[in-house]
């Protein structure tokens, strides 16, 4: 059983930070960067599959530039087999779709039975790559799953799913499929210094668009939207900034309290 | 980072008589168990917190002649021009950092016993110190009133001699000039008792003397007591408080004020199981409120918030926050809220630890958060600067995240090492903190004096501190919920492996008392605990309780505490001659007794049980064991000494091939897992490791300076020479 999971290196800022002035975006000096929650979880549902069945392999993908490549270290050491990361000056800032795009080139050429994304990352919140990477490989796909049983008879899984409410969808899903995975689904594994240094030795192939068959030009007919602007928030009036000891500002709290329940 | 403008106003200069305080941080008298025979430990702690930016560093109590002599415990002493010095060194540490140096001329009357000089003070009545043993004071005839104030004055021209800024008359804790304005204390009938003036003669005497000697050159300072809290008998706040402020208000400088007294200075040095943050506001904050004074005035409360000391000054409570217990825990809290990092501030648990050794008279003081606190000149430790490790390339694992482990995988992280890993198998790190911090509650109603039993929550900050520290260490990484075999530990591919994973409670009753387990004992039944099952939970507790109390410490007390608030009948037994002795040096004692005695918890000293069975233990009295009793209980809790988790360290040291095949140099145990103690000792040992993870053998602590006189010609590299690693305070700078 073969399954690749995409996974992202996601920005994580510091409490004070600046916007760079000659393009959209944060100042890189007051970004950490850190593997996506969700994909710790997607990563260890992989692991257990191909432990359950006791044979496969495991292929993590990173669209990203050399940040990436701490993350997918950290997957290697966890346990994923190879990993790959694309990377070309045109992705810098690409949106879901094109980041889709490109991943949907690599899933193509490993032809995998299973593909496990996150529900979305940290950082950019859209939840679109998983949904539009399964469009463009025009697999069946289930968002949001919470459980999930592998069928090796069948070649199928029986996967739960989250919905509003504290609902639960139940579906059967045939394989090959793309699944979005929920965190909470399992406890993600940690690797122990053995396995971070022999994580170096396993192998990590940096693709260039050409070797997934794409161009500058692919790129460009994928993306949906371009970031043309960051910027803070217009400073919104009526808020009253409480100064003083935590007894000055809970006396004040409960001042306006009792004002307002009178008013 | 520059620092939020809220925290400006701690950082305008105030002017103090002839000298200049560059901000608001003043680190009032304490003791530190250094005093003039210990100069490198004196000038080092202090000079640590000079850098850390405290604008004023001040000796703690210094005895002004051997009349006044408190041995057994550690006064600084200004006797003669050997004493001028060795405290000259600590002044001009301090200088080097624009920061002024306060000296806290001392004398003790009836409190200072005198047991090295054996001189005999002198008091202004002849009765005997409340809490010392049979030391009557001579009576002070005016001849003797003279003599002691040109002691004063002697002690007062000696210290500037020495180069300090700062020179106190100290009163507060009801030593000499507070004792002559105390009727508690003044039973005179001559011009210096009877009427407040006549009582406040002789400190107003003292102050225009020591003014008139050095006034000029430094400023002066009384510490005093507003409020003593013996009501009417002695000084309270809105009668002789106010009124001697305003009396000699001329005279002074600068008013550092307390409350309390000595016998009982934990209303002073609050612990906080009973005593907030500012705890002494509604005393100490009168005297600016009532305007009953215009001269600049420091007070203290643990305080530890810099939001709380911006809104103790702007609301005009005082000009200056001080601080004892908060300057120790962190040195560098100024310097923290100046460069805009105040989230890295080590709070003060208000444990008290610090206290203890100076009350036990002798040991350097520790401090439990602050592993370096007496540790920067002996062992030449800088509580926020650290050497990178010569072995920084090896893999290090740290198996459990309580006291110990914590400190040692963030000393280790800030150390540099490449890859520090802490496997911890608890949902969190914090170990045995996690639930001692949910001990020491009662029922939440007052006590019998100020303060309220709060439990001992403020001491999760040992966890709060250390794990906003972990997570700022990139090269050390946290793993909870994960219990760890030998074998993982063997496979985890860790050139240094470090044992933290603490200790039990006896589940059979063995003890210190009969060195034997009790017959009977046996906390895997319904119906007895441990300690630690108290607060987990999940164990029916009875309505009669026993709890077996042989720790000496805050354990069985408080155990007893928590369970009578909740309305059970308990009984506590000891087989000391009281219960929680140590808490006496943390000056926690008085107040937890006046709650087990509120809450009707019946206490047994010298008792310990021979048997235990359903319904019943079975005790004998310890000087006459055919003395029996009985005590019908549903409930026992054996709180009888603990035992340390070493399996996992001994399975590893056993298979020396293993360890070999699998990489692994060196296996370190710390902590409880080595041998159960007090948290401030567990944390220094995991920072002793980390500190000396590169040392020969790490397992044996290198040597420290000891600050004893050698024989024949010495000179100060005799001394300093004997510390061996490198230290992460530099020499240079010492007066030679």
Redesign the interface.
């Known amino acids: 059983m073969k399954i690749v999971v995409p996974v992202k290196e996601v920005a994580v800022l510091d409490e004070e930070f600046e916007l760079l002035e000659d393009r959209p975006g944060v100042d890189p000096d007051a970004i950490d960067w850190e593997l996506n929650e969700w994909d710790d979880f997607s990563l260890e549902t992989a692991l257990q599959l191909r432990e359950a069945q006791g044979e496969g392999e495991v292929v993590v993908v990173s669209v990203g530039d050399e940040e990436a490549e701490e993350g997918l270290r950290a997957c290697l050491a966890k346990g994923a087999d190879r990993a790959l990361r694309v990377w070309d000056d045109a992705l810098e800032g690409a949106d879901p779709l094109t980041v889709a795009r490109v991943l949907a080139a690599v899933v193509e050429r490993e032809s995998p039975d299973l593909v496990l994304c996150g529900v979305q990352s940290s950082d950019a919140v859209q939840g679109a790559t998983g949904v539009a990477l399964a469009a463009h490989l025009g697999l069946p796909r289930v968002a949001v799953v919470k459980a999930l049983d592998y069928d090796a008879g069948s070649g199928s899984a029986t996967v739960e799913r989250e919905l509003e409410g504290g609902l639960t969808e139940l579906l059967r899903v045939r394989l090959p499929a793309l699944l979005t995975i929920q965190t909470g689904i399992n406890e993600p594994r940690y690797a122990n210094l053995r396995a971070i240094k022999q994580a170096k030795e396993k192998p990590l192939e940096l693709l260039e668009l050409g070797e997934v068959g794409l161009d500058e030009a692919a790129l460009e007919a994928a993306a949906g939207s371009r970031t043309r602007s960051v910027a803070p928030p217009e400073a919104g009036g009526g808020a009253e900034m409480l100064g003083g000891s935590a007894s000055d500002v809970a006396e004040r709290i409960a001042g306006i309290v009792k004002e307002r329940m009178a008013g | ?1 520059a620092r939020d403008p ?1 925290y400006d106003i701690l950082f305008e200069p105030i002017q103090l008589g002839p000298k200049t305080l560059k901000n608001r941080f003043y680190q009032v008298p304490h003791c530190i168990g250094a005093g003039s025979e210990k100069p490198g430990f004196q000038a080092y702690h202090r000079g640590m917190k000079a850098e850390g930016g405290w604008g004023a560093l001040c000796t703690e109590y210094c005895s002004i002649h051997p009349e006044s002599d408190d041995t057994h415990r550690v006064s600084a002493r200004i006797w003669d021009d050997d004493d001028v010095r060795n405290l000259a060194v600590m002044c001009d540490r301090l200088h080097e950092f624009d920061a002024l140096a306060g000296i806290e001329l001392w004398y003790g009357g009836p409190h200072a016993p005198c047991m090295e000089s054996r001189h005999n003070p002198r008091g202004p009545s002849q009765i005997p110190s409340d809490f010392e043993v049979n030391t009557h004071p001579r009576y002070m005839d005016r001849d003797d009133v003279k003599l002691v104030q040109k002691m004063y004055v002697d002690a007062a021209v000696r210290a500037r001699e020495a180069g300090f800024d700062i020179v106190y008359v100290y009163g507060a804790h009801s030593y000499l000039p507070l004792q002559f304005l105390s009727p508690f204390y003044n039973k005179r009938t001559d011009e210096y008792g009877g009427s407040f003036e006549n009582r406040a003669r002789f400190w107003k005497e003292c102050l225009e003397q020591v003014r008139e000697a050095v006034g000029d050159d430094c400023a002066i300072a009384s510490r005093f007591a507003v409020d003593t809290l013996y009501g009417p008998s002695a000084i309270e706040i809105g009668e002789d408080g106010v009124r001697f402020v305003e009396y000699v208000d001329d005279l002074v400088d600068l008013w550092d004020l307390t409350v309390g007294d000595i016998a009982e200075w934990g209303q002073n040095a609050g612990p906080s199981r009973f005593f907030e943050e500012n705890h002494e506001k509604p005393y100490t904050g009168q005297v600016k409120a009532g305007d009953h004074t215009n001269k600049p005035v420091v007070g203290v409360g643990r305080i530890t ?1 810099p ?2 000391m ?3 000054i ?1 609301s005009g409570q005082f000009d200056i926050i001080g601080a004892a217990r908060p300057s120790i825990s962190d040195p560098f809290l100024p310097k923290k809220i100046e460069e805009g990092h105040p989230e890295d501030i080590r709070e003060c648990i208000g444990c008290n630890q610090c206290i203890s050794r100076w009350e036990i008279g002798g040991p350097p003081m520790i401090c439990t958060q602050n592993a370096t606190a007496g540790e920067e000149y002996r062992r030449g430790w800088h509580p926020e600067k650290f050497h990178p490790a010569g072995n920084r390339d090896k ?1 290090v ?1 740290v198996v459990g995240a309580g006291p110990a482990g914590m400190e040692c995988a963030m000393v280790l992280g800030k150390r540099d090492m490449s ?1 520090v ?1 802490v496997v911890e198998a608890d949902k969190e790190i914090g170990g045995c903190v996690n639930w001692i911090s949910q001990l020491g509650h009662s029922d939440g109603q007052e006590n019998l004096a100020r303060g309220t039993a709060r439990g001992l929550g403020e001491w999760k900050r040992i966890v709060n501190y250390r794990q906003i520290q972990l997570d700022k260490l990139k090269n050390v ?1 946290v ?1 909870l ?2 219990r760890l075999s030998t074998q ?1 530990v063997l ?4 050139e240094i492996v470090i044992i933290a994973t603490g200790g039990h409670f006896a589940t059979n009753g063995l003890n210190p008392a009969t060195h034997d387990v009790i017959e009977g004992a046996d906390t895997s039944l319904d119906w007895q605990l441990t300690p630690d099952e108290v607060v987990r939970g999940g164990k029916q507790i009875g309505d009669r309780v026993l709890v077996l109390e042989n720790e000496g410490y805050y354990m069985g007390v408080s155990i007893a505490q928590k369970l009578a608030g909740e309305g059970k009948d308990v009984t506590l037994v000891t087989q000391m001659g009281d219960v929680a002795n140590y808490m006496e040096f943390t000056l926690e004692a008085p107040m937890l007794h006046r709650d087990l005695h509120r809450l009707g918890v019946k206490i047994h000293p010298y008792t310990m049980l021979e048997k235990i069975e359903p319904g019943a233990c079975h005790a004998y009295n310890v000087w006459n064991p055919a003395h029996k009793e009985q005590f019908e209980v549903d409930t026992v809790v054996l709180c009888t000494q603990r035992l340390s988790n070493d399996e996992l360290y001994h399975e590893l040291r056993a298979d020396k091939e293993a360890l070999e095949r699998e990489g692994i140099e060196a296996v370190y145990m710390i902590g409880d897992a080595s041998a159960p103690r007090m948290i401030p000792d567990a944390i220094f040992d995991g920072h002793r490791l980390a500190r000396e993870i590169d040392s020969p053998n790490p397992a044996m602590p290198l040597p420290f300076i000891r600050e004893r006189r050698l024989w024949g010609n010495v000179s100060n590299e005799d001394y300093d020479s004997r510390l061996l690693n490198t230290p992460d305070v530099t020499m240079a700078g010492v007066a030679k």
């Open positions: 980072m809220k918030n939001d709380t911006v809104a103790i702007s893999g694992l890859a890993h990484d793993h919920n994960s993982d496979e985890y591919g860790a």
